[in-house]
C-alpha cells in the first residue's frame, strides 16, 4: 500500500542518526538575503502534545531543544503557533500554564486548542439544557464556552439514584424522593473519556432513550435521537505506559455500540470535533490567523505545518484538511470561471448547488486562507516506526485495524506523512528549512 511503504523507507531511514542540513544564519526568513528588518513569517504551526511534547506528566527532551528556536530572546514567538489538543478535560488557561512550565516559554490560553474549543461556534444550544460527559471541570468548562443551563452526570444522579446500579455500594440504602428539579435535556455533549464508565454509559443511554426526560421510561421509536456533540476521537494515546492507553474514542466505541445493540439504530452525531476533525483543523487555522494579526504579521500564512505521532488522529486530520483546503481552491476556481463564462453570456457554465453549499460551521469563521496543511509524524508517541509498519509493504492494511472513528473512512492516502523526522525539534528544523526561515 502506497502510505504504508512509504512509512517502511522512511522508518529504515529513522534508524541511523539524521544529518541536518546547514542552516543560512543570518538571512531573511523570506528571501534569503541578508536582511536586519523584522521577520514576517508566512507558515504557522499546529502541535499535539501528548507523544510530541510530553508522556503523560513527564517532557519529551527535544521539545525544550524545539522552542528554544521558536522564541525570541524577548520571549515572542518567531511564527504564529497553537497547540491543538485531543484532550478537553480542563480550560485553556490551566493547559497553558502548563505549557509554559513544560517548554520554558510564555503561552497564552490563546495559543492552546482544547478538543471542545469549536464548541463555541454552535451558539444554537448555548441557551439550552446540556447533558456534559467527561471529567476535570466539565461545569466550568462548558459555561467558559457560553453554555449557560449545563447539567452533568453526577447532578443527574443525585436527582435519578435508582439508575446507576453497576456498582452495588452505590445503590441508594433508602428510596429517594420523586421531586426532581432538573428541566428536560435537549441535547448531550461528550468532552471526553470519564472516570466510571458504566455510570456515564448508563445515563447517557437512559437520555437518549427518553429523548432527554428521565421520569420517562426508554422508548426505542424515539429516532431520531436528541442532539449528541462528541469532542476527542482518539481511540488510544500516549502517556507513560509502554503502550498506548485507551481514550475518549473507546468510549465512544462503547456507547455507539450499546446504542446499536438496543435500539437497532445507528447512534448519530451533531457534531464530531477533535483531531481528525476538519472542523478543528478549521478553527486551528483561524487561531493562527489571529495571532499573525496581533503582531502585525502581514504576510498571508500560506502554509501550516501540523506535528504529531499519531497516525489516525493528527496525520489522518492534517491530510483531510489539506485535502479540504485544496477542494475549496478548486471550487473557488471553478466559481471565478462559471462567473466569467457567465458574462460572456454563455448558458454551459453553471456551479452546481453541492458546490455552493458549506459547511454550517464554516459560517461562524472566515474563509480559510492557507493553501496548504501539511503533516509531520514523529516517533516519539503512539506511532512506532518499528511495531507500526509492516514487513512487506503490499501488505493490504483491511478496516478492521482502522483506529479512527466510524464516522470516518479509512483512506491510505490520509495516513500517508508528508514527512516523518525522530522528534519535534527535528519537526521544527525540518520546517524552518522548507520554508527557508532563519532567524536572526
Known sequence: ????????????????????????????????????????????????????????????????????????????????????????NCLRQTKADQLSHILGVPISQDQVMMSHSPLRMFRKYQDKCVLVSGQGPVLDIAKNLGFSKVVTIDMLRESFPLLDMVDHNRRPKILPSSDVNLPKIDAVILFGEPIRWETNLQLIVDVLLTNGNLEGAHNNQSYPHIPV??????????????????????????LENIYKKITGKDLKYEALMGKPSELTYHYAEYLIRSQAAEREWRNPIGNLYAIGDNLMTDIYGANLYNRYLEEKSSRKSSKALAKVVAGTGSK???????EESDNAWESELAPPSATSCRSVLVCTGVY?????????????????????????????ALVEPGHLVQDVDAAVQLIFEQENFVPL
Not at 15 to 32: A, H, I, N
Not at 398 to 410: A, L, M, N, Q, S
Open 348 to 354: 454551459a457554465s453553471t456551479v452546481s448547488q453541492e
Open 229 to 254: 456533540l462528541a469532542c476527542n476521537m482518539d481511540l488510544m494515546w500516549m502517556a507513560e505506559a509502554q503502550s498506548p492507553r485507551f481514550g475518549h474514542g473507546t468510549f465512544l466505541v462503547c
Open 1 to 88: 500500500m502506497r502510505g504504508f511503504s512509504y512509512l517502511n523507507r522512511a522508518a529504515n531511514a529513522l534508524c541511523s542518526p539524521r544529518v541536518d542540513r546547514k542552516v543560512r544564519l543570518g538571512r531573511c526568513g523570506l528571501c534569503g538575503t541578508a536582511s536586519d528588518s523584522k521577520l514576517q513569517p508566512g507558515f504557522g504551526l499546529l502541535f499535539d502534545i501528548d507523544g510530541v511534547l510530553v508522556r503523560g506528566k513527564t517532557p519529551i527532551p527535544a521539545a525544550k531543544k524545539a522552542f528554544q528556536k521558536l522564541v525570541n530572546p524577548q520571549g515572542q514567538f518567531l511564527v504564529p503557533v497553537v497547540f491543538v489538543t485531543n484532550a478537553g
Open 384 to 412: 512506532d516506526p518499528h511495531t507500526q509498519v509492516p514487513s512487506d509493504p503490499g501488505e493490504c492494511i483491511t478496516e478492521t485495524v482502522f483506529h479512527g472513528h466510524r464516522d470516518f473512512r479509512f483512506d491510505p
